[in-house]
């Protein structure tokens, strides 16, 4: 599949100089088509019946195979969720962690985590990190590492500034449990869960998915509690409601999802082009370039397909001014900052009318 084939497929790209996957990704036409079928497909057989409840956990076996692939893992270590959101709850709430434990994050993480990290009961030590380089954020983090500490929990992409965090370094140079943030990362960046113990993906942005939809990479699933029980944790289950698990990181799965967006979801990621970190990495520093000649960027790096910099006035006017003039991109909340993600379906006339735009 050639940059225009792959590009022709986004409807969105016909009107917009869509520059907001870090928020929600574009949805090709494969995709929608996806979701509609399925739609009429589950209505037509009624949602019910043996053949159509094994359709729906066939189709979940599916996606969950190729998020599996796409990480670097085995299905038996992938938990379907909603979101990013739901895998920091997720392992927070099993990790049944307390007032003495310890958790390192950083000072440019999201509420996604942040929220469920804070309702966790745990002490947060927060390291400074934003706009460091990597060396000295990956000391900056480790020097926040006590006896106490239980876990490090942050973003493997921040989301704020773009900056790829040393995840892989951190397991390595500690040996503490990781949790990461892959709200920015997975289908962004090559991903290969390595060593890490928890690695959360949002499949509604840089995987083009429709939402909400997510999964939680889990290294070794009993050594985490099921905190958040449902339907899916059991194999078997007593009149008391105590029961054995069901076998690997499945037992972690939040719930019934929709199946059209799983279908959805199975398309979008069987139509990823297999060039398609290059290319988004390539936008990403043609976006930087261009936008370096007039304005402050926010980090410099280039690791990420994020590029944040401080436009001439009040970002969030901006914002929609850009809007209005065709081009999307996210105004960060408090930081007066405006973030414009590259994503293997972005051109250069989109990066040209974001400049022109800015003008
Ligand atoms: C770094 C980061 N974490 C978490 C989230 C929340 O993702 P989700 O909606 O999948 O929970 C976002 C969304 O923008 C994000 O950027």
């Known amino acids: 599949m050639t940059f225009d084939e792959a590009r022709a497929l986004f409807p969105v790209l016909e009107r917009f100089a869509y520059l907001n996957a870090g928020t929600l990704g574009p949805l ?53 969720t909603s979101s990013t959101t739901d895998g920091c709850n ?25 929220l469920p990290l804070h ?36 973003s493997h992409v921040l989301w704020t500034t773009g900056q790829v965090m040393p995840v892989h370094e951190l397991k390595r140079e500690s040996g503490v449990p990781v949790l990461v943030d892959g709200a920015q990362s997975v289908g962004a960046i090559p991903v290969d869960v390595g060593e890490l113990d928890y690695y959360t993906v949002s499949c509604q942005k840089w995987l083009c998915g429709p939402e909400p939809l997510g999964a939680l990479y889990v290294r070794d699933a009993d050594q985490l509690g099921i905190g958040i029980p449902s339907y899916f944790a059991q194999k078997s289950l007593e009149p008391d409601g105590s029961f054995v698990p069901a076998e ?23 139509g990823a082009p297999e060039w398609r970190f290059e290319r988004a990495a390539e936008m990403a520093e043609v976006c930087r370039g261009a ?41 960060l909340p408090g930081t007066g900052w405006l973030r414009a993600s590259c994503g293997w379906w972005t051109s250069g006339g989109d990066i040209d009318r974001l400049f022109a735009a800015l003008a």
């Open 90 to 114: 997720i392992v927070l709430s099993g990790l049944e962690l307390g007032p003495d434990d310890e958790v390192v994050t950083t000072n440019s993480e999201h509420p996604g985590l942040l």
């Open 28 to 80: 090709s036409r494969p995709t929608l088509a996806a979701i509609e079928e399925r739609l009429r497909f589950d209505q037509e057989h009624g949602r019910g019946g043996h053949d159509w409840f094994m359709s729906v956990l066939e189709l979940r076996t599916r996606v969950r195979e190729q998020i599996a692939d796409l990480v670097g893992t085995t299905p038996g270590q992938v938990a379907l």
């Open 291 to 331: 936008l370096r000649e007039r304005f402050e960027l926010v980090a410099e790096g280039g690791e990420s397909t994020l590029v944040s910099f401080v436009p001439a006035g009040d970002a969030a006017t901006e914002a929609v001014r850009l809007y209005d003039a065709g081009v999307i991109v996210r105004d």
């Open 248 to 270: 690997g990181a499945g037992r972690f799965d939040s719930g019934w999802l929709a199946s059209p967006s799983l279908a959805g979801l199975e398309a979008a990621l069987a």
């Open 119 to 154: 309702v966790s009961g745990v002490r947060v030590r927060v390291a400074e990190v934003a706009a460091l380089p990597t060396a000295a954020a990956l000391e900056t983090i480790l020097s926040c590492i006590t006896p106490r500490t239980r876990l490090l929990a942050l």
